[in-house]
């Protein structure tokens, strides 16, 4: 029932937010950048405020050490959820990022698709001719030069329905990094798998525990080879975090980490 709750409220207050994005866009097309990014940051924290009130939904932040975040990045993590990228930018609210998008995120979704169009994250029709695609990451990589933004992409390219790590593949984020070469950012996330597929934000969302650790900062690579290094390290890093989560989930008498603060 609380479930229930929180996703009447949130619908409600998606529907005003959808209007404000759309006037913000319409009164001041030339500097709606800024204020929509002030404003995404701002319904984040109220989202998942209501979240951890209703259904008692939280974010766990951690870092390894030695991982200070350059003031630009790119940001390679595992994918789980449908609200992967929601706790993603409330997790790393302080920077502006840009995500690698499929296409039906861009059209028909309350708030997230106006929002996606009007800050222009990376828009990829799987599709679409592999050019095309290939066009809109190095766009999306210019424009991220000039705005001063970061960049996020999920390498497995699609969710995981169980928690498990698969393939990175390397397209995306080669394309972006030849036309930007930024330090690339290992991020690995787990719990978001149980809310994998649409009915499950009616039955799952209870109790969900989101984990979110920065792992390895690593140098701009150089070239493909160094890109594919340092993808395949992210990786490995990834997957090997995931299953220390999960052991110690399975473990009697769980530590509970700090919450990320509301």
Same mark, same amino acid.
């Given at each position: ?28 097309? /030339?500097? $709606?950048?800024?204020? *929509?990014? #002030? !404003?995404?940051?701002?319904?984040? &924290?109220?989202?998942?405020? @209501? %979240? ?78 592999? /050019?095309? $695609?290939?066009?809109? *990451?190095? #766009? !999306?990589?210019?424009?991220?030069? &000039?705005?001063?933004?970061? @960049? %996020? ?110």
């Amino acid at each position: 029932m609380r479930t229930i709750a929180l996703l009447i409220t949130l619908l409600a207050l998606f529907a005003y937010w959808d209007l404000a994005v759309r006037l913000i866009v319409l009164v001041g097309p /030339g500097s $709606a950048g800024d204020r *929509l990014d #002030r !404003l995404v940051r701002q319904v984040s &924290r109220m989202i998942f405020a @209501l %979240a951890r009130m209703f259904v008692r939904l939280s974010i766990e932040k951690e870092r390894s050490p030695g991982t200070a975040l350059p003031e630009r990045f790119l940001l390679v993590a595992n994918h789980q959820s449908l609200i992967d990228i929601p706790v993603l930018i409330r997790a790393f609210e302080a920077r502006r990022l840009r995500f690698v998008g499929k296409r039906e995120l861009f059209r028909g979704i309350l708030l997230v698709s106006p929002v996606f169009r009007a800050l222009r994250h990376g828009c990829i029709d799987r599709h679409a001719d592999f /050019g095309d $695609a290939i066009g809109e *990451l190095r #766009r !999306l990589a210019t424009r991220s030069r &000039r705005e001063g933004t970061s @960049l %996020a992409v999920f390498p497995e390219g699609t969710r995981s329905r169980d928690g498990s790590v698969g393939p990175f593949y390397s397209g995306a984020v080669k394309a972006l990094l030849r036309v930007e070469p930024l330090p690339v950012v290992a991020v690995a996330m787990d719990g978001g798998y149980r809310a994998s597929r649409l009915h499950e934000l009616f039955t799952s969302l209870e109790g969900l525990a989101y984990r979110v650790k920065i792992l390895a900062v690593y140098e701009a690579p150089g070239g493909k080879a160094e890109i594919q290094r340092v993808l395949d390290d992210s990786r490995a890093r990834i997957e090997a975090q995931v299953e220390r989560w999960r052991s110690i989930d399975a473990a009697p008498g769980r530590p509970i980490a700090r919450p990320l603060a509301t």
